[in-house]
């Protein structure tokens, strides 16, 4: 017995040397936490996470906010685990609560766990971009959040808790001002007829649509050449691409530029848009899509499928043209039309960049999500 009892009181003094440790380290290395706490929890970069990156410094300009998940290198605040154990009950003063903006279904797993397990006082905010329905995992966890935020108009009829929508708030892009001038005509683009498409070179982004449509207008026009920009997902998709166009013996006339990264190769990036006259966007499917908004900042206008967003960003004749998903005759017709009506590109140009700057810029978007982070966190 003395020696049971001797045992028992040992592993209680080692509990409670390992408690007093843990709480130890908890209170030196735990940071107060900001009042909004945007999560980013996935490894790759994807189109959520250059949302991310770009709302940031932005929020941050008028708001304390702070980051849980993987680093943006934007400046950021990092939230960690520890703090949201010593610091997660406090409240700054003034606040009714704590915000965790989540966009993935994992942050809202994390999210859920922080305030229905550990109880910590905080609203968690989804941000819902699709037009398709969800799976049950999704459409259960988006049942369980406080609020959610849609990037336009039909993302709700795809939601199971509508009532739960607290804002429209359509995404944003960065203004780009700066104009390259003395560049290397690398693919031999100048005073050509330029039609580009961007994004990633795949069936649901409709490159093959693209493609098809030129293909039966450019024998009839030998300055209309078409630009392919973006990374390849599927090699066997792109070969079959490459064979249809060599096959119609267009070799020179589509071209493939691959992935530009706009941050490390600014120049390329720059000199594809000021030669290109006009940009095709024609996915299947889109949630938002950010593609025809970046060509209309740089003065372009866009043929689009009436998919995602881009009936919120055509206005028809003035910034493009909206179309049936999947019709590679009336994108063929369209452009036509403005190889014809090159005029009527110009005086569209003006009206495309101030789209933009009145209602799609980063600045926007930050401004109407900080107004709804406001309002929470007053509640």
């Known amino acids: 017995m003395l020696n049971l009892f001797q045992n028992f009181m040992t592993s209680i003094s080692i509990i409670t040397t390992i408690s007093i440790v843990f709480i130890g380290y908890i209170m030196l290395f735990a940071k107060p936490l900001p009042d909004v706490i945007i999560t980013n929890i996935h490894k790759r970069y994807t189109g959520v996470t250059s949302t991310i990156i770009n709302l940031f410094p932005e929020h941050a300009k008028t708001l304390d906010v702070g980051l849980y998940g993987n680093r943006i290198n934007v400046g950021e605040k990092i939230v960690n685990f520890i703090d949201l154990l010593y610091y997660g009950y406090q409240l700054s003063e003034g606040k009714k609560c704590r915000i965790f903006h989540v966009r993935r279904n994992n942050e809202m797993i994390w999210a859920l766990i922080f305030r229905d397990i550990l109880r910590l006082p905080i609203k968690i905010i989804f941000t819902q971009t699709k037009i398709r329905y969800g799976s049950y995992i999704t459409n259960y966890l988006t049942s369980k959040v406080d609020f959610v935020i849609v990037t336009h108009k039909r993302c709700i009829n795809y939601l199971k808790n509508k009532e739960k929508v607290i804002s429209i708030i359509p995404h944003g892009i960065k203004k780009d001002i700066n104009k ?168 569209m140009s003006k009206y495309c960049i101030d789209k933009v700057n009145n209602d799609f810029t980063i600045e926007v978007e930050a401004y109407r999500i900080n107004k709804v982070y406001e309002k929470i966190l007053l509640q």
């Open 180 to 347: 390259i001038i003395n560049y290397n005509d690398i693919y031999n683009l100048k005073d050509k007829f330029v039609v580009s498409i961007f994004g990633r070179v795949r069936k649901e982004k409709g490159t093959d649509i693209f493609v098809k449509a030129l293909i039966k207008i450019l024998i009839k026009y030998p300055l209309l050449t078409g630009c392919i920009i973006g990374e390849i997902d599927s090699i066997s998709f792109k070969d079959n691409l490459t064979n249809l166009i060599n096959n119609n013996g267009l070799t020179d006339r589509i071209i493939f530029t691959g992935f530009i990264n706009k941050s490390k190769d600014y120049e390329k990036y720059k000199y594809i848009y000021n030669n290109t006259d006009l940009c095709i966007a024609v996915p299947r499917y889109e949630g938002f899509g950010l593609t025809p908004i970046e060509a209309m900042a740089n003065g372009i206008p866009v043929i689009c499928s009436d998919t995602g967003a881009f009936y919120t960003m055509i206005d028809e004749d003035k910034t493009g043209n909206l179309i049936p998903i999947g019709d590679i005759d009336i994108l063929a017709d369209k452009i036509e039309y403005y190889i014809n009506n090159q005029n009527k590109l110009k005086e």
